[in-house]
C-alpha cells in the first residue's frame, strides 16, 4: 500500500476523504493545500493533509492502526514541508494522538482536554520566546501587560485603546497578528501600529509570531464564522497566552476591546475571560472609542477606503495612517477591497 497524492481539483476524491473523515469527527479544512491517501482495495484506509507548514486532517482507520502508516504519512507530508521551504512544522490534533505524534517527535506546545498542538523541529515557541525577550529588551523581573492586535488597518479607536493601556501600567507589549490573512499585509499593518505609538514611550510593538491568533491555533478569526470548533480554537489559543506568553515574559494584564459587531472575537473575548485568570492575568476590557456615538472600527475605515471617502476617513485614523492609505500603496489596496470582502 502506497501514498497517494490526492488532486485537490478532483470534487469525488476530495468528497471520498470528506466523508473519510466525518468518521472521525474531523471536517476537510478549505484552506488545505495538499493531501496524501493510503488506500486498500481501493477505499481509504489513512489520510493526512497540511496547510503551508500545519499538519490537519490525520486520521487512520482503527482496523489498520499499528501497521506503520502514520510514519508513511507523515514522511510525505514533511517531506513536501521541507520542498516548499518550511524547516519546522505543526499539528494541530486530538488529544488522544498525542502519544503517537511524540513518538515522531513532536512537542506539545499546549492543548485543552480535546485538542494538542504540537510542533517539530529547530523553531520552538521557547526559543521565539525567549528571542522576544533579548530583541525587546523585555525585564521578566517587572510585571506589563499586553494586548493582541489585527489593526486592519490602525484607527483612533485602536490608538485610544493602547494610550488607555499605557496609562495604566508601567510597560506595555502590543502583539501585531502576524498571520497575513488581511487586506492589509503583516508589514504594513506592524508598521502603522509602531509609527501611531511613537509617543508612548512605555509601548513595545513587537510581531504576534505564528503562536498567537495564527491558523494554526485560531483560524476562526479569520474565517468569521462560528462553528463546533470555535470553543476549542479559543480556549487553545488562550491557553498558549497564558501558559506560555503570560509565564515567560511575565505579564499579569491583557487588555481587549469590547466587541458588539462581531460575535467570534466577541466568543474570543469571553473564552479569554474565563481562560487567563487561572495563569494570574487578569483581563480587563475597554469599550470602544466612539466618535459623533459611533464606534471606530476598523471593517468601517476599510468600507471608506473602499468608497474613496477621505474627509470621513480622515477623522477616523491617526495622520500616519491617513497618509498611508492615501499613498500609491493605500489607494492600491483601496481598489483590491472593491473587489474582494475583507473579514470584520
Known sequence: ?????????????????????????????????????IRDNNQIIATASKEKN??????????????????????????????????????????????????????????????????????????????????????????????????????????????????????????????DRSIFPFKVRYELVKKGTTHLKNVKVIPGTDYLISSATFPNYFLKKENEHLAEYTKLD??????????????????????PNCKVTNHYNEMLKNTLPKFGIEVIVIPRKKIDDKIISASYVRELLKSKNFEELKTLVPTTTFDFLTSSEGKEIGEKLRIQDSPC
Open 1 to 37: 500500500m502506497g501514498v497517494d497524492k490526492l488532486s485537490l481539483i478532483n470534487k469525488k476524491e476530495i468528497e471520498e476523504v470528506t466523508t473519510f473523515l466525518k468518521r472521525f469527527d474531523l471536517k476537510y479544512d478549505k484552506n488545505i493545500d495538499y493531501t496524501v491517501t
Open 54 to 179: 500545519i499538519v490537519k486532517c490525520f486520521a487512520i482507520d482503527s482496523s489498520c492502526q499499528g501497521e506503520g502508516l502514520s510514519n508513511q504519512l507523515l514522511t510525505n507530508i514533511v517531506n513536501k514541508m521541507f520542498d516548499e521551504g518550511y524547516i519546522n512544522s505543526k499539528v494541530f490534533t486530538k488529544i488522544e494522538n498525542q502519544e503517537l505524534f511524540r513518538g515522531m517527535g513532536y512537542r506539545e506546545i499546549a492543548h485543552t482536554d480535546r485538542v494538542v498542538l504540537m510542533e517539530m523541529g529547530n523553531k520552538s515557541i521557547l526559543k521565539v520566546l525567549e528571542k522576544i525577550k533579548t530583541t525587546y529588551n523585555i525585564d521578566t523581573n517587572k510585571k506589563r501587560a499586553m494586548l493582541v492586535m489585527n489593526c486592519n488597518p490602525f484607527t483612533l479607536g485602536h490608538q485610544f485603546l493602547i494610550e488607555k493601556v499605557a496609562s495604566e501600567n508601567k510597560e506595555v507589549l502590543v502583539f501585531v497578528v502576524e498571520e
Open 238 to 259: 488562550a491557553t498558549i497566552c497564558g501558559e506560555k506568553f503570560g509565564k515567560i515574559l511575565n505579564i499579569n494584564r491583557r487588555y481587549v476591546g469590547d466587541e
